[in-house]
T-cell receptor
Framework: AQSVTQPDIHITVSEGASLELRCNYS??????LFWYVQSPGQGLQLLLK??????LVQGIKGFEAEFKRSQSSFNLRKPSVHWSDAAEYFC??????????FGTGTRLTIIP | DAGITQSPRHKVTETGTPVTLRCHQT?????MYWYRQDPGHGLRLIHY???????DKGEVSDGYSVSRSKTEDFLLTLESATSSQTSVYFC??????????????FGPGTRLTVL
């Protein structure tokens, strides 16, 4: 069955440090992949998406993600986090239909 | 961002009562979705619509029904609310293009508490 897995429930990083959030998928082909961010009490905002082509995609707020077919991964990165990046991050995949399958999310805490 | 509103934003109700949540969009997007968000589960799809009067079930559709009589409105109804339906409900819309992989845009959410 198709699925999206975010192995880390909670990550804590210091402000200014680099960040990598992991996302893995299970699918027989290449899915379309998305990263969303949810600030407390808010809806989800799209950070970036991968459909095809260049495997390194740039998004908003200084985020980027790299698609690695060999590892079935689509990890989100940021070189230097800011306190405002504290939020919950969701990876999602489209496996060839109208629907998105979401991971369970990773909560990011930033230490001053 | 797409203009998506949800009403009400917060609701407290009692077990056994009917509840209707409304999603309204101003973007003329073809697809509309209802999700619920629960700790440890991420977002799970309840129902979705691919056009006026065209709807289909998601992975957690039991106890829920939907209707879409206009492009801009998508209603989610809990016929007889149960405590297990206490959750945060999100509406989303999706553009229709040549690919089914269109981006989904999310509303602000409705927090529903069933006592």
């Amino acid at each position: 069955a198709q699925s999206v897995t975010q192995p880390d429930i909670h990550i804590t990083v210091s402000e200014g440090a680099s960040l990598e959030l992991r996302c893995n998928y299970s699918y027989g082909a290449t899915p379309y992949l998305f990263w969303y961010v949810q600030s407390p009490g808010q809806g989800l905002q799209l950070l970036l998406k991968y459909f095809s082509g260049d495997t390194l995609v740039q998004g908003i707020k200084g985020f980027e993600a790299e698609f690695k077919r060999s590892q079935s991964s689509f990890n989100l990165r940021k070189p230097s986090v800011h306190w405002s990046d504290a939020a919950e991050y969701f990876c999602a995949g489209n496996f060839g239909n109208e629907k998105l399958t979401f991971g369970t999310g990773t909560r990011l805490t930033i230490i001053p | 961002d797409a203009g998506i509103t949800q009403s009400p934003r917060h609701k407290v109700t009692e077990t056994g009562t009917p509840v209707t949540l409304r999603c309204h969009q101003t973007e003329n997007h073809r697809y509309m979705y209802w999700y619920r968000q629960d700790p440890g589960h991420g977002l799970r799809l309840i129902h979705y619509s691919y056009g006026v009067k065209d709807t289909d079930k998601g992975e957690v559709s039991d106890g829920y029904s939907v209707s879409r009589s206009k492009t801009e409105d998508f209603l989610l109804t809990l016929e007889s609310a149960t405590s297990s339906q206490t959750s945060v409900y999100f509406c989303a819309t999706g553009t229709s293009g040549s690919s089914v992989a269109d981006t989904q845009y999310f509303g602000p959410g409705t927090r529903l508490t069933v006592l």
